[in-house]
């Protein structure tokens, strides 16, 4: 899905072979550096969590995040608190990544959206964004992310999306959820934005979600 792919950048044509073989290559690469990170994570091998996390600001995260089961160097967290029973209204998770290309192609392969927009660098060019960008949901995957690193387990309900801008192969994105009511039951509404790396708004929308207490070890 592209949210703002014109009707007149729709085609049906099938991309070239030669670019399939290059998309068969990023998928392959992505796959064994998700492969990595899960191994490093269950011990085989050393992890290598970024210690930025852990450094940013006062708020920021200071120990592991139990609700999630790997990291990456390159992925950045913040988060008002650490602790479950502290959570209420504005509280929030903030989690920034690179949109790599290599995560364009495997979204393009594991969902089946193969727009050429988000893979054809000639095709994109003539497009009204002058390049290939990334799949709007593949972006709005980081809101997920953050809401993982809630304290506690969390369990989306629901989520509305506004897609607003474009994001470029490669750009960094970061994503905020912030409570801003509690329904009870350990319900939550959240508002959850999307920002590109000039910090215009990508993404913006709200999520209902469970939190509960994280279970014992």
Known sequence: MCSHCPDSDRTD????????TN?????????????????????VSPSSRDASQSESASTTATESVDGVAFGNEAWLMERSTNE??????????????PVADADVTAFSQISGDTNRLHLEPGFAEDTRFGGRIAHGTLVAGTISAALARFPGTT???SQDLEFTGPVEIGETVSASCEIVESLGGDRYRLHTLVVG????TVIDGEAVIILNEPPSK
């Open 155 to 157: 369990i989306y309900l």
């Open 84 to 97: 479950y029973d502290e959570l209420g209204v504005g509280d929030y998770v903030r989690f920034s990544k």
């Open 23 to 43: 998309i068969s290559k990023h998928v392959l690469n992505s796959y064994v550096e998700a492969n990595n990170a899960f191994l490093a994570a269950m011990g």
């Open 13 to 20: 044509s099938a991309p070239p072979t030669t670019n399939w």
């Open 197 to 200: 790396e000039d910090g215009d």
